[in-house]
């Protein structure tokens, strides 16, 4: 078997399903590798890079495609670091090693396929019966009677743990979150305290600051530890993103300061990044995203930092169908797996393309049993979801927003 082609696909489709959701977003594009080989089985992968600058993402794989026409799938890893190590200058960390990403998994993909086994039993065998799955519920939308829908919505989906946004977000003014540490600390506290007196201490309740993306003011250091010191009766299973991913320093600080476990990682890429943090117990769950770390064995490695320090995983999934089913492999076959994030209520960029790989019971996530990584990429899906330029998801500036924002601003 020869590999013979390396192609992407960049789709534009609806971001979920979720009327939650979507009152913040409402779609999302995406951007899948395809590797076709002589024999005719084709591997698929996803990198989480498509999702906020999809363009660029094609000529990052033509880049790398040479690399891999003629050859197999005996030796994987080699084929990574012949890619990795052709785009030392641009690719150690970052969009490079992102997108590298997507085209190793599908090399995993296609490998598993020609094998018969599902990916998770090639990085090492599965390591959990089931996993425990929370759903990524994004902004806490307001007020308190709006959050208590939603977090029901996720309970009629069949999950046991919500991941809810700090601040607030409503239709009318969009998102709002305090920054001064006493106001911060006390509207998340209140935010808690309701969510624990309606729901009780059986849901399983994380809190997402997204302060590592935040196109405009951050939390300081201060700040994040009154929140995290206000929120520690509430028994959160992690607070997500409390500071921007320039500031590792900042996060040991945090972790030294509070009980509540910090969580963060999703913007990191590749082993080399993360171990600066890692180093440092700047987090106590780290979010490695096998569609973005940098590829599942990255993931893997990224894992066993972090084991090696005591330390949890709980996977990052923001990204389509892809996305998800290469973090639920990888969250499989890492023993410090502790929770899956989940989309609810999911799009049709999930749907079409995980099929009947994904399946949960009783809360937990269920092993995958399809050979390969268990996705697929249709003609169909890929003709009823053309790409529409300028649809991916980044931090607007003055200058550049996003169409949806530039709609409003021309409507107001």
Known sequence: MKITQVRTHLLTGPCTLDPFLSQARRVRSAAFIEIDTDSGVQGLGETYAGYFCPEVVPAVVDFFAPILIGRGVDDIPELWRRMYHCGNFWCRVGLGVSVLNGIEAALWDLKGKLEGRPVFELLGGRRHERLPAYATGGPSNYPHDELARKIEFYASLGFAGVKLGAGAHTPARGFEI????????DFEACKLEFVRQRFGPQLQVMLDAHM??????????ETAIAVARALEPFDLVFLEEPLHYTDPWGYAELCRATATPIAGG?????????????????????QPDASFTGGLRQFMAVSQMLADRG??????????????????HCGFAAPNTVILEVAPAYGPLHREVVGDSFAMSGGCVLPPHKPGLGI?????????????????EYNSVPGKVLPEE????RDA
């Open 266 to 286: 999703e913007c990191l890429t590749a082993a080399y990044e993360w171990q600066v943090f890692i180093e440092r117990d700047a987090f106590d769950i780290g």
């Open 406 to 409: 530039a709609q409003a601003v």
């Open 376 to 392: 697929e990429l249709t003609e169909e899906t890929r003709r009823r979801y053309p790409f529409v330029p300028g649809s991916g």
């Open 212 to 221: 590592g993306n935040s196109p405009s003011t951050t939390w300081s250091v």
């Open 311 to 328: 330390r949890h995983v709980a996977t990052h999934a923001w990204g389509a169908g892809g996305s998800l089913m290469q973090n639920i």
């Open 178 to 185: 305090p920054f001064e540490p006493a106001a911060a600390a």
